[in-house]
């Protein structure tokens, strides 16, 4: 009789009693990275701000404040194509008659 338990696991076929499967991953490690690879930040102060904390959007309810006080010329725009059409038209009809 063998000193051995049998076992339901069928024997090594190589017939190395040691521990010999090992992984890929422990046998051929990844590098590390060195520290040299990336250079080191010359700008000590946070720099990184988000584009909505350094430009924030106007609140409602708030009347956005203009520098100078006079009106913006863009809001002036729709205006002057309405007019410029209503005279094209009217011009127009003129010559039509």
């Known amino acids: 009789m063998s000193d051995r338990p049998k076992s339901r696991?069928?024997?090594?076929?190589?017939g190395i009693d040691q521990p010999h499967d090992?992984?890929?991953?422990?046998?051929?490690?990844?590098p590390m990275r060195s520290r040299?690879?990336?250079?080191?930040?010359p700008i000590h102060e946070p720099h990184?701000?988000?584009?909505?904390?350094?430009f924030a959007m106007?609140?409602?309810?708030?009347?956005?404040s203009s520098?100078?006080?006079?009106?913006?010329?863009r809001t002036l725009i729709p205006a002057l194509v309405i007019v410029g059409l209503v005279l094209l038209l009217l011009r127009r009809r003129?010559?039509?008659s």
């Open 58 to 64: 106007p609140t409602a309810g708030v009347p956005a």
């Open 36 to 41: 040299g690879d990336v250079p080191t930040d």
């Open 9 to 14: 696991l069928p024997e090594d076929p190589s």
């Open 22 to 30: 090992v992984l890929a991953a422990e046998e051929f490690a990844m």
């Open 67 to 73: 520098s100078d006080g006079l009106v913006d010329p």
């Open 94 to 96: 003129r010559h039509v």
């Open 48 to 54: 990184d701000v988000l584009a909505a904390e350094e």
